[in-house]
């Protein structure tokens, strides 16, 4: 059965910025949401800064990979930046990885945060990257 497919480039690339912007905006209400003004405590906007600057200094070292190959490196940046924060905040709050990891997960929603971001940044990787139609 051949016939037109299913979905144009355009509705694709659409429905990739749609889905990005929904999981960004989740990790950024999340992050809003879970916040501890009083305790200072501030790990979801942490995890957001760290997953945007990782992202921000690979994406370009690897805007010329075909993007099968470039996808996986920059969903990798975006799930290490996002955690990243967290070793520099117990190194500097003399806290235990472990238990600074615990208490965001269970307090800061991180688990939803730390979901959030990688399908928001590879949505947003194939909004904005071409297929590689060589193969």
């Known amino acids: 059965m051949s016939g037109a497919p299913l979905l144009t480039r355009t509705r694709a ?7 990005a912007g929904l999981a ?7 992050a809003g949401v879970e916040s501890m003004p009083e ?9 957001l800064l760290g997953a945007a600057a990782t992202v921000a200094v ?13 996808l996986p490196v920059i969903v990798l940046a975006a799930v290490l930046g996002s ?3 967290f070793v ?6 003399h806290v235990p990885l472990w238990s600074r990891l615990k208490g965001a997960w269970w307090l800061m929603g991180a688990d939803v945060i730390g979901a959030a971001i990688p399908v928001g940044v590879a949505c947003l990787w194939f909004a904005v990257r071409e297929p590689d139609r060589s193969s």
């Open 13 to 19: 690339r659409g429905l990739a910025t749609l889905g």
């Open 58 to 70: 690979i994406s370009p070292l690897v805007w010329r990979w075909p993007r099968q190959r470039s």
């Open 83 to 85: 955690w990243l924060p």
């Open 88 to 93: 520099w905040l117990a190194h500097q709050g």
């Open 39 to 47: 305790f200072h405590a501030y790990d979801g906007w942490w995890m």
């Open 24 to 30: 960004l905006v989740l990790a950024m209400y999340t």
